[in-house]
């Protein structure tokens, strides 16, 4: 599995999304964190600006629903362009049955959880999803400090990733950095949502590109990754 680096608008000028996309030339995709004001503290942006940004950029959409009832929600998301949606364990009502959904309609099933969630009483439900996000910050709102408290987390989730022999991504959210994100691949994450180390940036693409580099050494050096 190759490194993945998805830049997050929520930390972009969202008065100049489609230049904001533009900038991150060379992220695998875009990561759109959709708020309710309801299931987190925040809000944010909803289908009618990610059909707008679909149109606006190659980059493919990673959407991030934290969100109440995303199995009512979520499939809209596909419609309006996203490649990839991620629902919230604690939110939805029948994880297998959104997660078939979603992919039958043609993007990518990710489930996400919130930093107290436990990876464990999931496993059996990994093989229904293209990708699982570990929250390394409680979701809400960007720019918060990396949760180190995570990292055995991580582990736990690519040994049984490792375990069912799944061809799962492990994505990280939250605090991810050039301090912190060499920590992440070398606990067994693949893909990494970065937001104010991309768009704080005064060359974002290069951000990109150096956070890359990061990750993939971490990576080439971890057991999990020479193990696989």
């Not at 809000?43 to 707008?52: H, I, R």
């Not at 768009?199 to 693409?205: E, L, T």
């Not at 590109?209 to 999990?224: I, N, V």
């Amino acid at each position: 599995m190759a490194v993945q680096i998805n830049p997050s608008i929520l930390s972009a000028d969202f008065s100049r999304l489609a230049d904001e996309a533009k900038a991150v030339q060379g992220a695998d995709w875009l990561h759109v964190d959709v708020m309710d004001n309801h299931f987190v503290p925040n809000l944010t942006l909803g289908v009618p600006v990610v059909e707008s940004l679909a149109r606006a950029t190659d980059t493919p959409l990673d959407c991030h629903l934290m969100i109440e009832a995303p199995d009512r929600w979520a499939p809209q998301y596909v419609e309006a362009g996203a490649g990839s949606v991620t629902f919230h364990a604690e939110a939805a009502a029948a994880p297998v049955r959104l997660a078939r959904e979603i992919r039958a309609k043609g993007a990518r099933a990710s489930m996400a959880l919130k930093p107290a969630t436990p990876v464990e009483p999931y496993e059996d439900l990994l093989p229904e999803l293209d990708m699982l996000l570990i929250m390394t910050v409680e979701p809400g709102f960007g720019g918060q400090a990396f949760l180190d408290i995570m990292l055995p987390k991580i582990r736990r989730t690519r040994e049984l990733i490792a375990k069912h022999g799944l061809e799962l991504w492990l994505q990280v959210d939250g605090g991810v950095s050039a301090s912190t994100i060499e920590r992440c691949a070398e606990a067994g994450a693949d893909v990494f949502v970065a937001g104010s180390a991309v768009y704080g940036a005064s060359d974002p693409a290069e951000a990109v590109r150096a956070l890359r580099g990061q990750a993939q050494s971490a990576t080439a050096a971890a057991s999990w990754a020479c193990a696989h």
